[in-house]
């Protein structure tokens, strides 16, 4: 009569994981550590940047075009870095999306999975995600400035090298090439979070199919896209690497006209800045402004990216 | 069965997936190529990579380039003596812009290349280092006694009278930061995504995930200037080591740029083993620890290296922190003496190398080698993902 009770006080009988399991606990407790090192250094680099940073932006600072001497806090700016960066990326964006888009058009909505043309292209698109930016900074070299420029100066019988040197359009096209493989997966993702039904009831009114990618699907993929190219031009304008042969320069008196001018830059102005600063000391509040002013840029633009990927997540989610 | 239903299905949808009313629609046929086409810009870009990258590379491939100082000279008024061929060889000009050339810009030539030999300064003319063709592979792989060493030694140093060229130095650099890097980033970064995705309640990964994101957000010329500023000397002051910019600092913060990228495929790859494996090792009594250590990191196991080797590609490329953290040449497996990588030389070096050089056509190498490094490292880090997730896919079945 007294049996079960018994039963239930005894030790041996408790399932183990009742029981106090100190190896368990330890490396359980080890991973949460990682989890939180790792967010502790991301808090630790923000942090640094905001506090000193914060101090150093000023509407004068963001709006003032320097002198030859930018390394002097009282006088510099970095407009024409900013200008130059925003010009790179606009111009990049134009490339990038319609043919990231075009091609993950064809991945979701044409292409058989397990052709061996499909295989191939997934495989360069995901070749060219991991190819080292200084590589394409090469590439950017050697095929559009020292190929392409270089017979167009020919062709166009340009006096002097006009396209033959690096130029916005060189380092915006070097950039659309490092962030295609960014506009494609953001798009099919989005394409693939779009219900087939959608496309069956448009299919089955009479429309064809390219009626319904270009009438139906595209519109309702709409804030993928526009994830993608958010993304890309997040990752573009933080890249230094690929421009440093194609396109920017370490100062120039005016900004940017026209496709064939080189740029100012951000990301190369923060290198300069941490780099070839004759008195780091006083040149430090500027720098912490410059990454500021950096970082505020290519967060904004992950972060508004973040929460459109969040939402068609969710939507992809509840699809499956 | 399902082979002839999979045939009959590729007949019915035919070349490309857009067969289907071509004739038709003649206006949708073209639209459909012209996608197809499009979509091939991938494949065509990694190519001209590959190929625009070496091409500015061949002369050194081939052996073809002569970085010598001192070579022999041909007088001038030896020009009509000379075959055509060996002239064109020895004035270094292609086939074109040698029948554009009269006699007299060709004697130009030959006085310029004479005159040039004579600026030699009187105390390399002796040197036997300095009619060495320091391209060949020989001088950029194998130690060399350079005039005033006591050793041979492996040397690169691209400035001066003598170019040396040894790109052991370098590989050395780059893989002792990358190593540095993986170790400091993967024990995190897979520990992390072992507590998101298997320990923790769902709430922490939709902080964690985030956070990931953002932290992968950060330009790496910010990460190199945090590290530059910030992380030198708090390193310093901790293991108070010598040299305050070294190999260990610049591998430390390229682990902050591996992280993201091995947290999240390791982190898929963990969540991609069917739940089922985990009920039935809790149901066994296991702890949920267990279940992770014992049964789901093992089933993730080929995800997990995949991202390790991924990981090594992104950080062997990786090339401001390098720059902005350590960038003298030296030959040491020490990770706190300083260290140049590959990347950083591209970089550190491409601005002040002559356009068709030997020094730029060194560099162009260095970088088709790391490309190809990196193409390599990426294609089995995908081919381990796929088979991975094909062999899971078969066990859900």
């Known amino acids: 009569m007294n049996a079960p009770s018994s039963l239930a006080r005894t030790p041996g009988r408790h399932f183990r994981s009742e029981r106090f399991d100190f190896g368990s606990f330890f490396f359980s407790g080890l991973t949460g550590l990682a989890t939180v090192l790792i967010l502790a250094i991301l808090a630790v680099i923000l942090g640094n940047i905001l506090i000193n940073g914060w101090s150093g932006l000023s509407w004068r600072f963001v709006s003032t075009i320097p002198k030859k001497d930018f390394f002097d806090p009282e006088t510099t700016g970095v407009l024409p870095m900013i200008i130059g960066t925003a010009f790179r990326v606009f111009v990049m964006t134009i490339f990038v999306i319609p043919i990231g888009v075009i091609t993950a058009i064809y991945l979701t909505e044409y292409a058989h999975t397990a052709a061996l043309s499909t295989r191939i292209i997934r495989g360069a698109v995901n070749n060219l995600a991991g190819v080292p930016s200084i590589v394409f900074g090469l590439f950017g070299l050697g095929f559009f400035i020292n190929f392409i420029g270089k017979n167009m100066d020919a062709i166009l019988k340009s006096a002097g090298p006009t396209w033959s040197q690096p130029a916005v359009i060189w380092a915006s096209l070097t950039l659309a090439v490092m962030t295609l493989p960014v506009v494609i997966v953001a798009t099919e993702e989005s394409l693939k979070a779009i219900p087939p039904g959608l496309r069956e009831a448009s299919l089955a009114l009479g429309a064809t199919k390219l009626e319904t990618i270009i009438r139906i699907v595209l519109p309702q993929a709409l804030p993928g896209i526009m994830t993608g190219g958010i993304l890309a031009v997040s990752r573009a304008a933080g890249e230094v690497a690929p421009i440093l042969f194609t396109g920017v320069a370490y100062y120039m008196a005016s900004l940017p006209k026209s496709l064939t001018d080189q740029f100012m830059d951000l990301g190369y102005h923060v290198y300069v800045l941490s780099t070839q600063s004759p008195n780091i000391e006083q040149t430090r509040p500027i720098l912490y402004a410059t990454v500021l002013v950096l970082l505020l840029l290519t967060f904004a633009l992950n972060f508004v990216a973040i929460l459109i990927r969040a939402h068609v997540r969710k939507k992809l989610r509840a699809l499956n | ?397």
């Open chain 2, 1 to 397: 069965m399902l082979e002839a239903k999979q045939s009959e299905s590729k007949k019915t949808i035919g070349w490309m997936g857009i067969h289907r009313g071509h004739k038709a629609r003649p206006l949708e046929w073209i639209a459909e190529k012209f996608i197809y086409l499009v979509s091939l810009s991938a494949i065509v870009m990694v190519f001209l990579i590959f190929l625009f990258v070496a091409r500015e590379a061949f002369p050194i491939f081939l052996g073809r380039m002569d970085s010598a100082l001192v070579q022999k000279v041909i007088p001038s008024s030896e020009l009509n003596k000379l075959p055509r061929e060996q002239l064109r060889e020895y004035l270094g000009l292609t086939e074109t812009q040698m029948a554009e050339m009269d006699q007299e810009t060709l004697k130009s030539l030959m006085e310029i290349k004479e005159e040039a030999a004579k600026e030699i300064p009187d105390q390399f003319r002796n040197d036997k280092d300095a009619s060495i063709n320091t391209t060949k592979w020989k001088y950029l792989l194998l130690p060399y006694q350079w005039t005033g060493y006591s050793k041979p030694e492996f040397i690169w140093q691209p400035v001066g009278q003598i170019h040396k060229y040894n790109i052991i130095p370098l590989f050395v650099g780059s893989l002792k930061t990358t190593l540095i890097g993986l170790l400091f980033a993967v024990p995190l970064a897979v520990g992390a995504a072992i507590y998101v995705s298997q320990l923790a309640r769902p709430t922490v990964r939709e902080i964690v995930k985030p956070g990931i994101e953002l932290l992968s957000g950060i330009p790496s010329v910010v990460v190199g200037f945090f590290a530059l500023l910030i992380m030198a000397t708090f390193l310093q002051t901790i293991f108070g080591y010598e040299t305050r910019l070294n190999a260990f600092v610049a591998g430390i913060a390229l682990g902050f740029a591996v992280v993201p990228i091995v947290f999240s495929i390791s982190e898929d790859a963990l969540t991609s083993v069917p739940r089922t494996y985990t009920h039935a090792a809790l149901a066994l009594g296991s702890s949920k620890w267990q279940a992770a250590w014992q049964i789901v990191l093992p089933a993730a196991l080929p995800g997990v290296f995949a991202a390790v080797v991924l990981g090594f590609g992104r950080a062997i490329g990786e090339t401001m922190i390098v720059l902005m953290v350590c960038s003298a040449s030296v030959m040491s497996w020490s990770i706190f003496d300083s260290a140049r990588s590959i990347t950083t030389t591209i970089a550190a070096e491409m601005a002040e190398a002559v356009s068709g050089g030997h020094h730029y056509r060194t560099l162009f190498m260095l970088g088709s080698l790391l490309f190809a490094v990196t193409f390599l490292s990426n294609m089995a880090g995908e081919v381990i993902v796929q088979r991975f997730k094909r062999r899971l896919e078969g066990k859900r079945q």
